[in-house]
């Protein structure tokens, strides 16, 4: 499949809670440098130059965020900037924004607005994997912790600890994937469409498109992602955004 920029869509979700972050806000109108997440994950979008349209889930019936993608749109005419209701699950509201970016698109890509500070390169890394050929793309970074699976401590052990080791996870070929996932459209919405077969517990557990795309016996692609795509979930994950928002900064030479 062969993709040029203006056959590229990207659908932002931007329709969590945001409930452990403790703002009483949805998490993309989190303030993070003093503007909303949503700002700075769209302003990686735009920064990528992929996108010929870019629809934006949010949580039903908001206004705020509504607004703030009202005015990239203003300020880019030269992408379609759109909006729609999010749904009770990132299924949802990912099923949804296909939909807002109508006909048309050769690929999608699909990024968590809380994995704002994206480098604008891994969505070009993503694009142009789409562009020569995959059908499926995540990006994605190796794993450097030691990873242990558990199982319930029974008996005596588990007045010492409800769980014990089962064993330890060869982490070589672990990887931990990111946004923005990049996929063929039309096996995107077939992918999507399987959903209506599967009961509410079993779509609870598609946590991400590429897992669609597994069940569904497409190769899914992986290219480097990055350290700076973080995903904003915690306070912690706040601060450090923060942080990695301030190095970006030019550093101010005074004069004396």
């Known amino acids: 499949m062969g993709t040029a920029q203006a056959s ?9 809670s945001g409930t452990r972050l403790g703002y009483g806000l949805p998490k993309a109108q989190v303030p993070l440098a003093g503007e909303p997440i949503l700002a700075h994950a769209l302003r990686g979008v735009l920064a990528a130059g992929v996108a010929a ?7 039903a019936g908001d206004t705020v965020l509504r607004k703030l993608c009202a005015g990239f749109a203003a300020q880019h005419p030269d992408v379609v900037i759109s909006t729609v209701d999010g749904g009770a699950s990132r299924a949802a509201s990912v ?4 939909r807002g970016l109508g006909d048309g698109v050769d690929a999608v890509l699909v990024h968590d607005a809380a994995r704002a500070l994206t480098p604008p ?17 995540v990006p994605a970074v190796a794993v450097v912790d030691t990873i242990k699976t558990a199982r319930p401590s029974t008996g005596a052990e588990a ?4 769980e014990k080791v089962a064993a330890t996870v060869d982490r070589a070929h672990l990887r931990a994937v990111q946004t923005p996932q990049g996929f063929d459209a039309a096996a995107l919405a077939r992918a999507h469409e399987s959903l209506a077969g599967l009961g509410p ?17 497409v190769d899914v692609m992986l290219v480097p992602g990055s350290a700076q795509a973080l995903k904003i979930t915690t306070q912690l994950d706040l601060a450090v955004a923060e942080a990695l928002l301030a190095a970006r900064q030019p550093r101010r030479i005074m004069e004396g």
């Open 8 to 16: 590229v869509g990207v659908i932002v979700v931007a329709a969590g």
């Open 53 to 59: 349209r870019i629809c934006v889930a949010v949580p």
């Open 95 to 98: 099923a949804a924004a296909l």
């Open 121 to 137: 390169e891994v969505f070009q890394r993503v694009a142009a994997a789409l562009a020569a050929g995959a059908r499926a793309v």
């Open 159 to 162: 007045d010492i600890a409800p």
């Open 201 to 217: 517990g079993e779509a609870d557990g598609i946590t991400d498109e590429a897992l669609l795309m597994e069940r569904g016996g």
